[in-house]
């Protein structure tokens, strides 16, 4: 019967899981890497810990191996389920953010091959929305605010720092009850934004959508 399994040496450390290998007749390995796909894609890492369940859907065991960011997780019949991981920001240097590209070992769930593929991962820094508010001004609203992005590294100085590259969107809560799209403000020095538009008391609902380096920001609600 094809196996994955961990190297008889194999210590598993704390927060850190040990990779495992594949064993098994050189017929059954598939010579050819392919690429294959990786839940979750990708995650948002924030100033506290979480954990994280990394499944391959078209596996029925696998080993998942990424040594840049010290992660080894895996889902094995011998070794058993190993696919949780602790993420924290103290893991990453700020540089990480990004796509990175590892190696998957597994027993392919069609056939009941084993073979290789390569999976992406993708970090991003997360964001959050702070000071935000409404304002009265002749004829309409002005919002205000400010964006910040989370500091991977164990001691950083401040855990969040700002972050002025992109846009905020606005959605208001128009006569229907419907939300609406009021457009969006662009971010400047400090991460600070402003916002005005000719109408009257609203509901407003307000995020940053993220980019390739960032995640997407908590949806804040205000009203005035």
């Not at 194999?10 to 990786?38: H, Y």
């Not at 020095?189 to 109408?199: A, H, L, M």
Request: proline letters at 4%; glycine letters at 10%.
């Amino acid at each position: 019967m094809i196996s994955l399994r961990k190297p008889a040496a194999g210590i598993v450390a704390a927060a850190v899981l040990v990779p495992l290998t594949l064993i098994g007749s050189a017929g059954t390995a598939s010579a050819q890497t392919t690429t294959c796909d990786l839940r979750p894609r990708g995650t948002i890492v924030g100033a506290k810990t979480k954990t994280v369940d990394f499944n391959v859907p078209s596996a029925t065991e696998f080993t998942y191996e990424l040594p840049e960011l010290g992660l080894y997780v895996y889902d094995t019949e011998v070794d058993g389920d190993g696919s949780f991981a602790e993420i924290g920001p103290e893991l990453y240097k700020n540089s990480d953010a990004g796509a990175h590209q590892g190696e998957v070992q597994r027993v392919r769930r069609s056939d009941g091959e084993q073979d290789t593929c390569t999976a992406t991962w993708r970090i991003k820094r997360a964001t959050r929305l702070q000071d935000v508010k409404v304002s009265r001004i002749e004829h309409g609203r002005k919002l205000t605010g400010r964006l910040e992005r989370v500091v991977w590294g164990k001691k950083p100085d401040d855990r969040w720092t700002s972050y002025s590259k992109g846009s905020v969107s606005i959605y208001f809560e128009n006569a229907r009850g419907k939300w609406q799209n009021a457009g969006s403000a662009e971010l400047t020095k400090g991460g600070r934004f402003t916002f005005t538009k000719q109408i009257g008391e609203r509901r407003w609902r307000l995020y940053f959508q993220g980019d390739n380096l960032s995640g997407s920001s908590p949806e804040i609600e205000v009203k005035g």
